[in-house]
């Protein structure tokens, strides 16, 4: 059967959502589809090597949670025995809120690759439905999970490639080679490096952090800003404009 119109022209639409399964047109996606097998393998193996335990939490949540740049989906819950016949719960945007009830419930090391949700985004790098590894050790140092992040990336570069003594990614025209020796450093070297800002200045008191102090900071970086924008949507601002196009750049960055 045919998917173009009776015009002869085919719409948008229907270019748009091509019949993926089919032979030749899957045929394109295979080899991503085994990379990111192989991924999900290797990330498996190195988690069960270090005693990680993988866990499954319910990705319908009676709370969309705090994050106040994410959009949840929402959706209704059909409650035979409830006095209530219909209640609204919420597909998680991270499986973080219910991992680390498990840790306060006793577990010390855990991991999830989850399927999350968040609305309204759309993007070259962002999707409203994708999969999130999270992970927590109980009683750990920052740097055990650097190092865990580290490791974990090596190890599943090696699984796609296990001949590969160095790897490069290019990304619009920048290259990064995850097996070498990793960049850390912390957000506010960060600030000062690449925006000239003493970030923790702005924030005297970290429970209240001046927006006002901020937002001068801003502008003088050249930064489009709002006089009703509070800190944290200037502080992100910054971070996505100013430093994240700074990051990875020849080997990962990795903060602390």
């Given amino acids: ?3 173009t119109p009776s015009t002869g022209k085919q719409s948008p639409a229907s270019a748009a959502s091509k019949r993926w399964w089919q032979r030749d047109v899957l045929a394109e996606r295979l080899p991503a589809l085994r990379v990111r097998n192989n991924v999900a393998v290797a990330t498996r193996q190195f988690f069960a090597e270090r005693e990680f335990v993988e866990v499954e939490t319910p990705a319908l949540q009676v709370s969309p949670g705090m994050e106040p740049h994410l959009t949840a989906f929402a959706t209704q819950l059909f409650e035979p025995f409830a006095e209530a016949d219909t209640r609204t719960l919420y597909l998680h945007t991270s499986p973080e809120f219910a991992m680390k009830k498990l840790l306060t419930g006793g577990m010390e090391k855990i991991f999830q690759l989850a399927r999350v949700w968040r609305n309204g985004e759309r993007s ?3 999707h409203p439905e994708f999969t999130m590894l999270e992970w927590y050790r109980a009683n750990a140092a920052w740097r055990d999970i650097a190092e865990d992040c580290e490791a974990l990336v090596k190890a599943a570069v090696l699984q796609t490639q296990p001949n590969a003594g ?5 990304w619009r025209g920048l290259t990064c080679d995850p097996l070498a020796s990793w960049h850390y450093l912390c957000v506010a ?3 000062e490096q690449y925006c000239d800002i003493d970030i923790l200045a702005t924030a005297p008191d970290p429970r209240n952090p001046d927006a006002a102090l901020l937002l001068a900071e801003a502008q003088r970086a050249g930064i489009r800003v ?4 509070q800190w944290d949507e200037i502080f992100f601002r910054l971070f996505l404009e100013k430093i994240e ?11 602390i």
């Fill in 189 to 191: 070297e960060a600030f």
């Fill in 124 to 126: 070259s790098t962002h």
């Fill in 166 to 170: 160095s790897c490069q990614f290019n």
């Fill in 245 to 255: 196009p700074n990051l990875g750049i020849g080997a990962p960055t990795g903060f």
């Fill in 226 to 229: 709002d006089p009703e924008d």
């Fill in 1 to 3: 059967m045919n998917d």
